[in-house]
């Protein structure tokens, strides 16, 4: 290579190199982050050009290597505060999306090499299919779903009742792909006159691809118009009151004092709500907000003092007359395969009437790695690493619960349950008035991350028009609206109760009836038409070399 080349081939890799730190910084920006307490929503819709627009002047194979980049810094800025979990938290999210996105890249590629006209138009279908994709499986993670940057604008999510998640994701990442392209015309050249040249770039695209960007702009209008009349007023609708307390700290964090002075304030916390008028239907405490396994300790009385510490928590309960949500540790017996006795465990949430259980949810969808890993005997070696961790495993639930108390029915998806779509729709095809959510993000000491959380949770009372309730060990504590809004929020990191009145209302939504059909039909829509883009190539290529 020449000196000229080197030169020219450094100037690319910078140029790269910093369209994708853009693109990272873009992304992040979108969601909650340190410097921006709920995001900058605006930024999703430019968010993905920068990287786009390096798909289009890369070589195939750099596409990998540009595509592992952007996945792991994109992912490592948004999700930073997963290496207070564990140092290896972070570095193992960050692996993870370096490998899908040096995947995705190159398919991203190919569609511009497939469909040189209107690749854009293949890749944002791609991009749609992939988001959903990724919410799948044992590996499944919602967070960074572009559609979830949108939480705080209204209008815009009204949607998700009709497309869930997935149309609001569809709107806001086609701006990225059309002006990526707009951005990267065959007549862009460097020199004096680029600026010159990519403005006349852009106008010949705009001129040319009027037709996609007018039913863009007509579906956000109507998207904007839906936003504004379609919320319902609430307001004569039956309500509910719950009592939701979060004692700001990690429940698992320390030991039986610990767990003794947690109760304390749990209990403290309670009867401070309990002593409001209107006095509460319900009290809600968050994900094993008390630690000690209740069933286990009072059957089996394997540990005195936990024995202690949880009769004293049912002669409290005992003493209510309004039922409380626990969440707890349910451990049981079971028989093992080998004909052993063992225990097993359930991340759950106990309904309590006057000290006596009345029902029981235990958590369907595991936390990968770190809740569960189902593959033992293909991967020993990763599983026993996990136990040398101090990893805590639960049983996987297998129940939607729903729980029928004066006058209204609730379930209650825990932890990162409420950010998956189809677990809140199933609650409410059960039956469900109300999501109750019990979370524990205090491991995570960030507020962006307890907002992202949130972000997540808004969907799910939109795509189901069903109030939402969260009550978290030490934020983001609040009541939500069937039209997403926020309506009331205790303070993050303190000691708090929130009361919370919120409508209890009936019937379905688009989404509750068909569920994440739109998110499978851009995924369908991603693999037919490569495929057939695929197949065309080589006919054409057949054909060449016969008609030689």
């Known amino acids: 290579m020449s000196l000229t080349g080197r030169r020219g081939w450094y100037r690319s890799f910078l140029i790269h190199l910093a369209a994708v730190l853009l693109a990272s910084l873009l992304f992040a920006g979108s969601f909650p982050n340190l410097l921006v307490e709920k995001g900058i929503p605006l930024l999703a819709w430019i968010a993905y050009v920068p990287f786009f627009w390096v798909i289009y002047r890369a070589k195939a194979g750099a596409c990998v290597f540009w595509g592992a980049l952007y996945g792991y810094t994109a992912y490592g800025l948004f999700n930073y505060w997963l290496s207070v979990f564990h140092p290896l938290a972070g570095l193992i999210v960050g692996t993870i999306y370096l490998v899908y996105f040096a995947v995705l890249a190159p398919v991203l590629k190919l569609a511009l090499i497939l469909f040189p006209r209107r690749g854009y138009l293949v890749q944002w279908v791609i991009w749609i299919g992939y988001e959903y994709l990724r919410t799948q499986g044992f590996l499944g993670y919602s967070y960074g779903i572009t559609g979830y940057s949108q939480w705080t604008a209204l209008p815009v999510i009204q949607i998700a ?53 007018v039913i863009w702009l007509a579906a956000l209008a109507g998207t904007l118009v839906y936003g504004f009349v379609s919320p319902v007023d609430y307001s004569q609708a039956p309500r509910a009151n719950i009592a939701l307390i ?49 069933y286990w300790h009072t059957t089996y009385r394997t540990d005195s003092e936990s024995y202690v510490l949880i009769r004293e928590l049912l002669d409290f309960l005992k003493e209510q007359e309004v039922p409380f949500v626990i969440g707890n540790d349910d451990a049981r017996r079971r028989v093992s395969p080998d004909g052993q006795w063992e225990q097993i465990d359930y991340n759950a949430a106990i309904l309590y009437e006057q000290g006596v259980e009345k029902g029981i949810y235990r958590k369907m969808h ?63 095809r059960n039956g469900a008035d109300v999501i109750v959510n019990l979370s524990n993000d205090a491991w995570s000491q960030s507020l962006p991350a307890q907002n992202q959380h949130l972000s997540m949770a808004v969907f799910r009372a939109v795509e189901n028009r069903r109030a939402m309730v969260r ?34 209302v009936s019937g379905t939504s688009l989404y509750n009836r068909y569920g994440d059909i739109w998110g499978q039909l851009f995924l369908l829509a991603a693999v037919v038409i490569l495929l057939v883009g695929a197949g065309r190539g080589i006919l054409v290529k057949i054909s060449n070399i016969r008609g030689r």
């Open 471 to 504: 009550s978290t060990a030490s934020g983001q504590t609040c009541s939500i609206d069937p039209n997403g809004k926020v309506l009331a929020m205790a303070p993050p990191f303190a000691e708090a109760w929130l009361t919370a009145e919120v409508p209890v």
């Open 366 to 428: 595991l936390v990968p790695f770190t809740e569960g890993f189902p593959y033992e005997k293909q991967f020993p070696w990763i599983y026993q690493a996990l136990l040398n961790a101090d990893t805590h495993f639960w049983e996987k639930g297998e129940e939607a619960t729903v729980f029928d108390i004066r006058g209204f029915k609730f379930s209650t998806p825990i932890c990162f349950e409420d950010t998956f779509g189809y677990i809140s729709r199933e609650f409410v």
């Open 246 to 294: 979060q004692h700001n700290t990690d429940p698992w964090r320390g030991d039986m004092p610990q767990y003794r002075l947690n109760y304390r304030v749990l209990k403290r916390l309670s009867l401070e709500a309990l002593a409001t008028d209107p006095k509460p239907d319900l009290v809600v405490w968050s994900e094993t907000a008390f630690v000690p396994r209740i």
């Open 161 to 213: 009742a009709v497309f869930g998640v997935w149309g609001v994701s569809a709107l806001a990442v086609f701006p990225s792909a059309f002006l990526a392209a707009s951005l990267s015309g065959p007549g862009v050249s460097a020199g004096s006159g680029f600026f010159g040249s990519l403005a006349a770039s852009v106008r010949d695209f705009f001129r040319r691809e009027r037709i996609p960007a």
